[in-house]
Antibody, heavy 121, light 111 residues
Framework: EVQLVQSGAEVKKPGESLKISCKTS????????IGWVRQMPGKGLEWMGV????????RYSPSFQGQVTISADKSINTAYLQWSSLKASDTAIYFC??????????????WGQGTLVTVSS | QSVLTQPPSVSGAPGQRVTISCTGS?????????VHWYLQLPGAAPKLLIY???NRPSGVPDRFSGSKSGTSASLAITGLRADDEADYYC???????????FGGGTKLTVL
């Protein structure tokens, strides 16, 4: 069974760093892309970026380039999303999701449950 | 402002048919990139409803169908049920932005 299990909710202060995870199982981690999607409170979905763990090819939305870092550890089938200096505006739910291709794929067929990140002084 | 434009809300009575539009441009849907549709219930992760314009994943009822023409795509839901009430999002790729884009989302209310 394919599963994407994300790390738990985080409460951080502005300026702090954070790394959240998406642990996968039930499929070949290196054969699928893992993307990250932000959902701010009461708002829609925003695509942040994607990584192909097979060769670490990583692409970012222009809106998030330089703001976050996406990475993956093939040895433990886990993808990560990290911030070096959080802002209050980073408060949101973050989802990871699997896709078979970056372009011309079959959509994001499996999703993590979401990680709520709250940034407040 | 989303690159893909969806109506903020649609509604329909149980048993009726509703459609949700997703309007893009020549750099995304009009460029031939596929459109995918997702359903999101309150407090839950999105769920893939339609992929590659017209295809239903296993387990998705045939009450849900997708279409694409020119720079737009549509999701149709027939035999509306109370548990269809959710937010619906379209997704595609934009060549000018070099990235995946979502529509702003449509809230479906079952009257």
């Amino acid at each position: 069974e394919v599963q994407l299990v994300q790390s738990g909710a985080e409460v951080k202060k502005p300026g702090e760093s954070l790394k959240i995870s998406c642990k996968t199982s039930g499929y070949s981690f290196t054969s699928y892309w893992i993307g990250w999607v932000r959902q701010m409170p009461g708002k829609g979905l925003e695509w942040m970026g994607v990584i192909y763990p097979g060769d670490s090819d990583t692409r970012y939305s222009p809106s998030f380039q330089g703001q976050v870092t996406i990475s993956a550890d093939k040895s433990i089938n886990t993808a990560y999303l990290q911030w070096s200096s959080l802002k209050a505006s980073d408060t949101a739910i973050y989802f990871c999701a699997r896709s078979d291709r970056y372009i011309y794929g079959s959509g994001n067929d499996y999703w993590g449950q979401g990680t709520l990140v709250t940034v407040s002084s | 402002q989303s690159v893909l434009t969806q109506p903020p809300s649609v509604s329909g009575a149980p048993g009726q048919r509703v459609t949700i539009s997703c309007t893009g441009s020549s750099s995304n849907i009009g460029a031939g990139y596929d459109v995918h549709w997702y359903l999101q219930l309150p407090g839950a992760a999105p769920k893939l409803l339609i992929y590659s314009n017209t295809n239903r994943p296993s387990g998705v009822p045939d009450r849900f169908s997708g279409s694409k023409s020119g720079t737009s795509a549509s999701l149709a839901i027939t035999g509306l049920r109370a548990d269809d009430e959710a937010d619906y999002y379209c997704q595609s790729y934009d060549g000018s932005l070099s990235g995946v884009v979502f529509g702003g989302g449509t809230k479906l209310t079952v009257l």
